[in-house]
């Protein structure tokens, strides 16, 4: 089991990953395009990275593409989302 720092770390990658992707996680919630157990499960995806300081750093100094990092466990999902509708 993660520890709740770890997991804190990880839901604020995450949620920080969609922002940089003009994703807002709570919206598509609402929406129906997914669910809190998806949201759940990518935070899951996260705490399995082995360099979440890429990912702060990648953050933290502007992102510079409109997809994520290739070593992004949440890619395909944030992929999806965009792609889900125009």
């Known amino acids: 089991m993660q520890s709740t720092k770890t997991l804190r770390r990880h839901a604020q990658l995450v949620d920080r990953m969609?922002?940089?992707?003009?994703?807002?996680?709570?919206e598509e919630a609402l929406r129906g395009h997914l669910t809190i157990s998806e949201i759940d499960d990518?935070?899951?995806?996260?705490?399995?990275?082995?360099?979440?300081?890429?990912?702060?750093?990648w953050l933290d100094t502007g992102p510079q593409a409109s997809d994520p990092p290739g070593y992004c466990r949440n890619a395909e999902l944030f992929g999806d989302l965009r792609n889900s509708h125009p």
């Open 18 to 26: 969609a922002d940089a992707l003009g994703i807002d996680l709570e």
């Open 42 to 57: 990518a935070v899951l995806r996260c705490t399995g990275c082995t360099n979440p300081d890429s990912c702060e750093h």
